[in-house]
């Protein structure tokens, strides 16, 4: 009897490091991260807001902030995105493996793709907010300030700003086939737009300046690239109807962040 149990409990332990028993597995090194340095930045806010009852576009704003941040030097690839499939963590999205980006993703599987990665990893990461995004982006942010009062105006210079430098074609490139940015992060504005876990706001702008929220719609979450694009967090082609404002983004995608607080 005591071979017995202590054959049994053997086994069990066996079992149990392969995982069988629920064992989370060992924690496993994630992707390479650009940290971006605690500088000073301007920041545009996003959100459609208005100022004695007319469009217009919120002030740039000097941000200081207390910590760096650590975000994806690339966005995340069909290897990577396999990888979760294979987990059984994130939908397939028929694109197969290989290293170009993952494209074709709605807002919720990009959420259960951070999900599935802080699992694996040990570390929490999560998409970035719109302000991160514009923070880890640099001189490849096209501001998007149109002209107050005139809407034809505005409506002339939204289409001018996002056609600006827009790919005609649409296929999709490896890492590094858009470069660099100042801050040695990967493809930035490229075809492939990145989703933000940033809702859409509504908002005034007062007298002297600051920012009163009046309305977040958490259905509509916006994707950042050339231009700043809200669209409904079930879409995953813009292209097909969708994004809430200009042109629709040619790709959808993601790239995580790194959060410090939980390093």
């Known amino acids: 009897m005591k071979v017995t149990a202590l054959a049994l409990a053997l ?3 066996a079992l149990g490091g392969s995982g069988l028993f629920g064992r989370a597995p060992r924690p496993v090194e994630g992707p390479p991260v650009v940290t971006v340095p605690a500088e000073p930045y301007l920041w545009r806010p996003s959100g459609d807001w208005r100022k004695e009852g007319r469009p217009a576009s919120p002030p740039l704003i000097v941000r200081r902030p207390q910590a760096p941040l650590d975000i994806m030097e690339r966005q995340v690839t069909r290897d990577d995105w396999a990888a979760c ?5 994130c939908d397939d999205l028929g694109t197969g493996a290989g290293p170009l980006p993952q494209t074709g993703m709605n807002w919720h599987d990009a959420t259960a793709y951070a999900r599935w990665l802080s699992r694996r990893t040990g570390v929490l990461w999560r998409l970035p907010t719109d302000e991160e995004w514009q923070r880890a982006a640099a001189e490849r942010f096209r501001d998007d300030a149109v002209p107050a009062g005139d809407t034809g105006a505005r409506m002339l210079a939204d289409y001018e700003r996002n056609t600006a430098g827009r790919e005609t ?15 040695g992060l990967l493809d930035l504005a490229g075809n492939v737009w990145e989703w933000t876990d940033t809702c859409r706001i509504t908002g005034r702008i007062e007298a002297g300046g600051s920012l009163t929220i009046e309305g977040e719609h958490c259905g509509i979450r916006l994707a950042a690239g050339q231009h700043r694009a809200p669209l409904p967090d079930f879409v995953r082609d813009a292209r097909g109807g969708g994004c809430g404002l ?10 995580l962040v790194r959060d410090a607080t939980q390093g």
């Open 85 to 89: 499939v294979a987990d059984g963590a």
């Open 169 to 183: 074609d649409l296929p999709l490139r490896a890492s590094d086939g858009f470069g660099r940015n100042s801050h």
């Open 246 to 255: 200009g042109l629709p983004p040619d790709h959808l995608g993601l790239r």
């Open 11 to 13: 086994a069990a332990a």
